[in-house]
């Protein structure tokens, strides 16, 4: 199954851009950087300079991908270098369990 907008939270988070836009902590918004790890209810956001545990529940997230995996051009924004990318919005409650079990919960998954 293809990384898209719509399949975003069956897919692995590890790897993908990601932003808090927003959360219960007012500290957290803004955090940036590159997903490294996820349990049941953490994302570890690697940026610059340190690594951020952020609470899944309590936070919406901006996750950019490579538009040359998505089908949907119409959000598609250029974020560092030259290559297009489309920004999706995903509240973490959506995101909240292991990672294994999320990407194989509801559809048509066939490893099940």
Do not use: C, Y
């Not at 975003?8 to 500290?27: F, I, K, M, Q, Y």
């Not at 790890?37 to 919406?60: F, N, Y």
């Not at 270098?81 to 294994?100: C, I, M, Q, S, Y």
Request: aromatic share 4%.
């Amino acid at each position: 199954m293809p990384l898209t907008p719509e399949t975003l939270t069956r897919h692995e988070l590890v790897g993908l851009d990601v932003e808090v836009v927003a959360a219960s902590n007012p500290d957290a918004i803004g955090i940036s950087g590159s997903v490294v790890m996820e349990t049941t209810q953490l994302l570890t956001v690697e940026g610059d300079t340190r690594v951020w545990h952020v609470p899944k529940d309590s936070a919406t997230f901006a996750f950019d991908l490579p538009s040359g995996q998505s089908e949907a051009r119409s959000a598609s924004t250029t974020v560092s270098g030259d290559e297009p990318r489309t920004r999706v919005r995903v509240e973490g409650e959506r995101l909240v369990d292991r990672p294994a079990r999320r990407t194989a919960n509801a559809g048509d998954s066939k490893w099940r």
